[in-house]
Nanobody, 115 residues
Framework: QVQLVESGGGLVQPGGSLRLSCAAS????????MSWYRQAPGKERELVAQ????????NYADSVKGRFTISRDNAKNTVFLQMNSLKSEDAAVYYC????????WGQGTQVTVSS
């Protein structure tokens, strides 16, 4: 079955960086686009970044453009989200996701941005 396991969240000061990872299994990873979403308390889950099956095509939410970078390693079935210049409004639970016949989600990893 599809499994997505995120890691790399934590507490970081404003202006700091974090790198999230998502280990995927249960499907042919290299054939699927991957996405990162986030959900802050009291807010709807929102799309943060998407990457195509190779590293050639990426899309970002306007709020993270120029600060976040999504990438993937198809040999390791892993997708990453490098987050730089973090702001308090980036604090949220970050989810890895893939759409096959339905949308699958990981369990999420908490990112806290605070001084």
């Amino acid at each position: 079955q599809v499994q997505l396991v995120e890691s790399g969240g934590g507490l970081v000061q404003p202006g700091g960086s974090l790198r999230l990872s998502c280990a995927a299994s249960g499907f042919i990873f290299r054939l699927y686009a991957m996405s990162w979403y986030r959900q802050a308390p009291g807010k709807e889950r929102e799309l943060v970044a998407q990457i195509s099956t190779t590293n050639t095509n990426t899309n970002y939410a306007d709020s993270v453009k120029g600060r976040f970078t999504i990438s993937r390693d198809n040999a390791k079935n892993t997708v990453f989200l490098q987050m730089n210049s973090l702001k308090s409004e980036d604090a949220a639970v970050y989810y890895c996701s893939v759409f096959s016949w339905t949308r699958f989600w990981g369990q999420g990893t908490q990112v806290t941005v605070s001084s």
